[in-house]
């Protein structure tokens, strides 16, 4: 394994890490500031939209806890560009709710910018899946 593919697969496991701890500032530091997102249902969206989405609708109140695990199927790196393709399994259990689980394939872009990797594009197709 190369040094670009440990970079991508600890920038995965980063994020990972980040979403379950509900580290948003975290999160949004692995994105590139034109950071696109395309999900099933909706127009593609960006890094302030996603933002957006992790916010409490109000203060005070409680954030769904937000658990995954990424398996990395291919990673393919071309100058300061590359792509991976992961299985993705997303649980979100909001407060006091039952929990729902997504699981499926991503493509992610990564652009190489100030000498990291950065998510650039994603493209999510995850759908729900009985507990």
């Known amino acids: 394994m190369n040094t670009d593919e440990r970079e991508i697969r600890e920038l995965v496991d ?15 530091d692995l994105m590139t500031d034109d ?3 395309l999900v099933a249902g909706r127009p593609p969206f960006g890094k302030e939209q996603f ?3 992790l916010e409490p609708p109000a203060p005070g109140t409680a954030m769904p806890t937000i658990d995954g695990h990424s398996d ?6 071309e100058g300061n560009l590359a792509y991976i393709v992961t299985q993705l399994s997303v649980d979100v259990t909001p407060p006091g ?12 872009v990564l652009r190489k910018q100030g000498g990291r990797w950065q ?3 994603d493209a999510n197709l995850l759908t729900p899946v009985k507990l």
Request: charge should be positive; glycine fraction near 10%; avoid cysteine.
């Open 14 to 28: 980063t994020w990972m890490a980040a979403t379950k701890a509900g580290d948003v500032a975290g999160v949004l």
């Open 35 to 37: 950071a696109k997102f």
């Open 51 to 53: 933002a957006k989405a």
């Open 72 to 77: 990395i199927q291919e990673v393919h790196v």
């Open 97 to 108: 709710g039952p929990t729902t689980r997504r699981t499926g394939h991503t493509l992610t």
């Open 119 to 121: 998510l650039a594009r």
